[in-house]
Each structure stands twice: as C-alpha cells, then as structure tokens.
C-alpha cells in the first residue's frame, strides 16, 4: 500500500525525462503484473501526464538543462522523446513478455492452454490501459509517423504484436499441440473444456494484425498459425476414421455414423472457430468424409428406395448437399428420375388390362390415376420427408411423371390417351352416382370437402399432361352431358374444377366451359318464360317439358345424323316453344338434338304383378327409344292393332315409316329393348326381317329402369370424331401462330418460322410434318410466298 500511494501521489518534475521514465515504467509495471486492480483516478491522471511531459520535454545538449518546448519549430511531433518513448515501452514489455514465456515452460496440455488464456486475459486488460495511458503519443508522434507513412502502429496494437513475436511464437507449436489433444479427447466423447479451446482461437484472431495495422490482414496469424494446422488436424483424424468405418461396417452404417459426426462438429465449430472460417472447416471435413467416398454413397441411393427409406435417404442427401447442391446432386437427381420413371410405368402396367374393369372406359380411367397419383405421393412425401423440397428432385419427379403418365402400356406413343383417361376421371368424380369413386379426404370430412380433395388430385395429374387441348375437348364433352343430362354431383364441384383449370392454363382455356354455365342459368330463366306463356294462352302443355337453348360455338355437340318424326304429344309443345324461341330471337336458328335429350315414359304390361301392376314401371329413355316405344301404344301406334294379348306386332319397317329413323339407330335402340326384355323380337339376331312385340310378362327388380346406356360403339365413334376434331383445331392453332409470327417479322427462315411456332403453341406439341402442312396450306391460301432467291426463306403478304 505504501508503494501505490507513493506511485500515486510522486510526480516527477516535468524536465526530467529519465526521472519520468522511471515513474511510467513503475505503472506500467504494476498494470501488467496486476490489470485487474484499480489503478485510481489520481494515478491513471499521473501516468497520463507523465506521458505527456515526456512527451514534450527538449535537452540542452551543451548545459544538460531540461525545458519544456513552446516554440512551434520544437513541437511535440518534432521532439525526439516521442520515438524515444516508445522503444522504453516497446523493450520494457518485451522483458516482461520474455518473463511470460520463461514461466510458461512450467506447463503443457490443458494446463498450458489454461495458463495461456489466463495471461492473455490479464493482457488483454493491461494493453487496454496502456493505450489509454499513453494516448497523447498515439495522438501526436505516432500519428505523424503513420501520415508519413512510417510503419509505426499505435500502443495497443505494439503490446499485441509484442506477445506475438516474443510469447506466441516460442511456444506456438506446443500450444497447438495441447489444442489438438484437447479436440481428439472431445471428438473421442471424452469430457474436456472447449471453452479453452475458443479463447486460443480468440487470441489468435486479435493477434492477426501486422506490423502496419491494415485492417485487411488482420485474420493473417489466424489463418496461417492456427485454422490451418487445426484444419489439417482434423482432416488427418477423420480419414482416419473414415478408413476404419468403411472396414468395420457397411456404407449404410458409414452415412449414418458420418452422418452424427458432421452434425456434432457443426454443432462445435460455432464455439470455438471464428465466423470467417466456418466454411473452410466444413469444406475440409465434407472433402475427407464425403467427396472421397462418394461412389460408395451414391450406390446405397437406389437401395434406399426400393426400401422407402426416408431417414436414411434424408442423411444420404444432406450429405451429398453439403458438398454442394448442384452437380453434386445431379447423379443422384439422375437416378431419382429413372426410378420414378419405371415404378410409374410399372404401377401403369399393373393396371393395364386389369379384369376389375371389365373394359369399361370409366372404370379404366380410375383405376389409371389411382396408380399415378400412388406413384407421384409416395415420390413427392420423399420429396418432402428426405429431399427438402429441393428444385432439382422436384424437376426431376416433374420430368419422370410428364414421361410415365403420357407414355405407357395403357397410353402408346402418339394416340394421347392420358389426356382421354384423365377428362374420364373427372367425368366419375363429377358425376351423379360416383360416389363410391370420391374417397378422398380426411376422415369425418363432408362431401365437399371430400370431392375438393379429389379434384385437387386430379388437377396434379393434369399438370402432367402433355396434350391438354386433348383434355380440355373430352372434358368439355362430359361437362355438357352432365349439365344437359343434370348428372353434376354439385354446382360447387364444377365451378371449383374451373377455377383450378383457370388458374393453371388461363382464361381462353375455360372460357367456352364458363359459357356452357352461362347458357345453363339463362335457358332455365327461358324455359320458365315459355311454360308462363302457354299458361296465358291456355295452352296445357300435357308432360313436364325442360328445354335447354346452348350456343353452338360454346357446346361440343352436334346435330343428329339422321331425322327424327316426333310423337304428336312432343310434336306439338316443340313447335310452339320453336315459334317462341324465334318471336324472341329474329334471325337464330334451333337446331333440336335429339340424341342428347331424354325422356321417362310410364308402362304397364299385361301380365305385371305385385307393385308394378298398379304403379306401372318408369323406363327412362333417349328420345329415339321414346319414339319407339310410343309405336306400341295402341292410342299412337301406326295402326295394327292388337294382334296379341301383349300388343301390336312391329316390323322394322314399320317401325322407319313410323320415326323416320335410319335403320342403324332403329337396330341399335332394339337391341337395347330386347337385351332388357322389353320387347321380344322373332329373330335371335335382329335383321329387316325381324318383328318385335311388348313382352306383357315383363318383370325388373326395380320399378324405375334406366333403358339410356352409353353403347360402346357410339362411344368408340364419339372418342375418334373427338380426336379428329381435335386435330383440325390443331391445324387451324398452327396456321394461327404461323400467320402471327410472320405477320410480326415479315421473313423468316424455315427452320426459324418452324422453333417460333413450337415456342408459341402451349397447349401441345406441335409436329413438325404438321407445321410443314400449315406452312404449305398458307402458301396456297397466299398468306405466304417463298423467296425467289432461297426457297427456305417464306415472306409474308399482307
């Protein structure tokens, strides 16, 4: 205590430079054997000034007599005592700096690594005194020589470079050494302090400044003593390792155990390595563990996959994706690609031909995208469970799912039939009577809720599809049989189906499909218009009658192809409701679709029983098979008579004169009454000669009976006019995109008119032989010319 106070209270007079010196050499003695205790205002404010007398203290070189400077030719800047200052501290902290190591041989392993953390603490603290203290030579001389560009650093700065070049690197190598053991002890799973480890590597951070100070080499001591040897290190331990895995176990055991490794040294790394390093360690470790053993790894992928094994697939990708997420995942997303590829087709295969179908074209569409929808969430859970959501497996799960679902043992090359199958699904899904097919959602949700799933599920198939005007023309088709037929299972469902459509292929994709909604909402408004009328003119209208007026640019239908002579009782209301309809509507045309309407018709039969002979059955029927069956009332019938108890007898003959219809769709409607036994033919096999009679003995479990199937060939000839139509708008698409392109730039080559069109028509494939046939069809309509001189250059005309 006598010595603080005496340090304390014993300026030296102001001239005495060597007096001074021995006053600052006192407290900086003191701060560096003990930083921790407090200096006092008084003796912070002493040393403070003892610094600046030096400072500025002149000698009379001739008389030895002291005297403090005020002429400005003798500034401090200029004096002398400012370098000489300086190299006092620089040599009394290399003294004490040189005690430090004489004492630090005493120690090794973590005993030297906790002496030298808790000297480098202690000088940490001392240097940071210092540099306050001596703060009016940082200011002046030292500043100057800097602006002179002299390679003088400031005190903070000399007291780290000092226990640098006289502690730190005697025992460097030593240091490292006990670092080293430390980390093999921890990476062993024994138990060590890694704190020690942090402050080494601290120290060395704050050590990286060089002689001049720039602030750009200050990582130097860092990098070159410390991360590179610890690097090194590190990769020399897990080779080892990795050698002896590989040795002892499988390469499955290998990914898991590399696997843990990795993680437990990201986990450490952040404690104890600098931020500016981070990389460079992991880098070295994923080269050691992972890119030299990658063919081994990259063999266990397909493995895993046939297993499902997501855990170790998600350990399998997270290590192949820290050396990289490009071109080190791209062997990987290669095999992904092909193995989905193949189960699709596989799954596909498994279905084809199946004996649950029983040729059914509905039932073959369901059980279709069954398999690719079992297919494509089993791949994209992994996607999600073991890949990250990565955009390289999700484009290759895309480019597998375009291949398999377009091209496959149910759907050959080029007849587009994914597309067909799809529109068929959506068909069932939408459709009264499917809901067997609409298993979707969780359990316990409702019917909406249910169906949405569903139809959310379909439209992930339909992203897949290549051909999509294919899609949009079938499924067009069965929307219009289902709103002219009333078979929607819901408004809600349609109008939800659209708006998926829309968002993914816009609004000229669904904007004939929104019409179709709009004719529906205003034919209903105008058949409750006409039913208003004839009650005014009491006109009875002797049956319930529901018409629908649809506009033929909006409707995949077509006029029937053969005429049809109506009933007196439809007769009648038709007329009256076409001479309403054109009053209305000056200048439009009704073309009446037979085909497409319906009818139920009531009928009793002679020898009926039980229910049936009070209440009759309800057959619901084509207006064709209505036209027949009216031929057997003996109230419209052409006049035979009663040549049996069960009726009239009818010729084929007979029954053309009667309807008018040709002869193919009378045969087709009989076939259907006698595979039902409404009507008994003479004949097994129905031919001109055949006449038909009312089975009076009719007999059905149910009263009510739908006689209106979908025959097969109509639908095989449906299905192929459908596609024919299809390809005409695809020429007609073609010339379009053609005429627009040159009408933009004037002269194209050919093959350059040839990628434009490709490029501009998304709703498929264009061919190039069918652009060659656009291209000729142009010519001849003088949209085009050839070049006189290069017959493979067109221009356009206007």
């Excluded at 062997?331 to 596909?348: N, T």
């Excluded at 085909?595 to 139920?600: N, T």
Aim: one cysteine or more; proline letters at 2%; a neutral charge.
């Amino acid at each position: 205590m006598v010595v603080t106070r005496s340090f304390q209270n014993q300026l030296p007079p102001s001239g005495d430079t060597d007096k001074i010196w021995e006053y600052i050499k006192t407290g900086v003695d003191r701060i560096l054997n003990n930083p921790g205790e407090n200096l006092g205002n008084n003796a912070y404010i002493n040393l403070y000034t003892a610094v600046y007398n030096f400072c500025t203290s002149l000698k009379n070189s001739s008389g030895g007599v002291y005297y403090t400077a005020t002429d400005a030719t003798h500034s401090a800047h200029g004096s002398p005592f400012g370098k000489h200052l300086y190299d006092l501290l620089k040599q009394n902290v290399t003294g004490y700096m040189n005690s430090v190591a004489e004492r630090s041989q005493a120690y090794t392993g973590d005993d030297l690594l906790s002496f030298y953390n808790q000297e480098w603490t202690k000088y940490g603290d001392s240097a940071k005194i210092t540099h306050n203290i001596f703060a009016y030579l940082n200011r002046h001389w030292i500043q100057r020589e800097q602006d002179e560009g002299n390679n003088v650093c400031d005190v903070s700065t000399l007291m780290y470079q000092l226990w640098r070049d006289q502690f730190f690197m005697s025992i460097r190598s030593t240091l490292l050494d006990s670092v080293f053991n430390l980390m093999t002890r921890i990476r062993n799973g024994q138990v060590a302090d890694i704190n020690l480890v942090k402050s080494v590597a601290d120290s060395f951070v704050s050590l990286g400044n060089d002689d001049s100070g720039i602030a750009s080499r200050r990582m130097e001591v860092y990098e070159k003593y410390f991360l590179e040897p610890f690097i090194k290190s590190s990769v020399d331990y897990y080779r080892e390792e990795a050698d002896r895995l590989l040795q002892e176990g499988s390469t499955i055991d290998y990914i898991i155990r590399v696997s843990s490794r990795l993680q437990e040294e990201d986990d450490r790394v952040e404690l104890y390595l600098h931020e500016s390093s981070l990389k460079d360690f992991k880098d070295a470790l994923n080269k050691v563990l992972v890119t030299r053993q990658k063919e081994k790894i990259y063999s266990e992928f397909e493995p895993l996959l046939d297993a499902r094994d997501s855990l170790n697939l998600k350990r399998l990708y997270s290590l192949v994706a820290r050396t990289g997420k490009g071109s080190a995942l791209d062997p990987l997303r290669e095999i992904f690609s092909s193995y989905v590829k193949k189960a699709g087709l596989d799954a596909i295969k498994q279905v084809s031909g199946s004996e649950d179908t029983g040729g059914a074209i509905a039932k073959e569409a369901r059980l279709f995208v069954t398999a690719i929808l079992g297919v494509h969430d089993r791949f994209a859970g992994l996607l999600h469970d073991a890949f990250d959501e990565d955009t390289g497996f999700s484009k290759s799960l895309d480019n597998a799912c375009k291949e398999f679902i377009n091209t496959n043992s149910m759907c050959p090359e080029g007849e587009a039939r994914a597309p067909q199958m799809l529109a068929h699904y959506c068909d069932t899904l939408l459709k009264k009577g499917s809901a067997n097919v609409r298993k979707a959602g969780a359990e316990g949700a409702s019917d909406e809720d249910s169906l949405e799933a569903q139809l959310s599920q379909a439209i992930c198939v339909f992203r897949y599809i290549k051909a999509v005007d294919v899609f949009q023309k079938f499924y067009s088709q069965h929307l219009s049989r289902r709103l002219v037929n009333e078979q929607s299972v819901s408004s809600y469902g349609e109008e939800m189906m659209i708006s998926k459509l829309k968002e993914i292929s816009g609004v000229d994709f669904t904007s004939k499909l929104t019409r179709m909604f709009t004719d529906m909402t205003l034919s209903k408004e105008m058949s409750e218009e006409f039913k208003e009328k004839c009650r005014d003119s009491h006109f009875a209208i002797p049956f319930d009658f529901d018409m629908k007026v649809l506009h033929t640019v909006s409707w995949p239908l077509k006029a029937p192809d053969t005429k049809l002579m109506l009933p007196s009782q439809l007769s009648s209301v038709c007329g009256r409701f076409t001479n309403y309809y054109q009053n209305k509507h000056n200048g439009r045309k009704l073309n009446w679709l037979w085909q497409y309407s319906k009818a139920e018709i009531k009928m009793f039969f002679p020898k009926a029983t039980g229910p049936a002979a009070k209440t009759g059955y309800i057959f619901s029927v084509t207006t064709f098979q209505l036209a027949i069956l009216m031929l057997f009332n003996d109230e419209s019938g052409p006049g035979t008579g009663y040549d049996s108890p069960n009726g009239p007898t009818l010729s084929m003959e007979q029954i053309f004169q009667a309807t008018g219809l040709d002869n193919d769709s009378i045969k087709s409607e009989l076939e259907i009454f006698c595979k039902a036994r409404v009507l008994v033919s003479s004949n097994n096999k129905i031919n001109a000669e055949s006449k038909f009679t009312l089975n009076g003995g009719y007999k059905s479990k149910h009263l009510r009976v739908n006689l209106a199937v979908a025959k097969k060939v109509e639908q095989k000839r449906e299905a192929t006019d459908t596609m024919r139509a299809v390809d005409i708008d695809r020429m007609y698409a073609i010339q379009a995109a053609i005429v627009r392109i040159m009408k933009t730039r004037k002269q194209l080559t050919h093959r350059q008119l040839v990628e434009d069109t490709i490029s501009m028509i998304k709703l498929f494939q264009a061919s190039i032989s069918d652009i060659k046939k656009g291209i000729d069809t142009l010519i001849d309509k003088e949209y085009l010319e050839r070049s006189e001189g290069n017959r493979d250059v067109y221009n356009y005309l206007a």
